[in-house]
């Protein structure tokens, strides 16, 4: 599991951009602390990597998002899939 700036790190780009992501309804968080650190895990990477994939090819934030559907919550974690 990695906070938000460990993740941003490993990516090469801003936490300002991972916040974005969330915000948009594209990206969110494994669980949050009770101090409210996000944490992510091998799920959030992948969906963080197809996010960035989308990007690369110029494609807009607001263009990705219908591409993204969450299918449910539990407790403060959503599970997410990807659209056909």
Same mark, same amino acid.
């Given at each position: 599991?990695?906070? !938000?700036?460990?993740? @941003? ?40 990597? @197809? ?9 807009? !934030?607001?263009?990705? @998002? ?19």
């Amino acid at each position: 599991m990695l906070t !938000v700036t460990q993740l @941003a790190r490993r990516y090469d780009i801003s936490r300002t951009v991972i916040l974005y992501y969330e915000r948009e309804g594209l990206f969110m968080p494994h669980f949050r602390s009770a101090n409210g650190y996000r944490w992510y895990g091998i799920d959030e990477f992948k969906r963080l990597e @197809a996010i960035m994939a989308y990007r690369a090819f110029g494609i807009p !934030v607001s263009s990705i @998002a219908p591409h993204f559907l969450t299918v449910k919550t539990i407790g403060n974690k959503s599970a997410f899939c990807m659209t056909s």
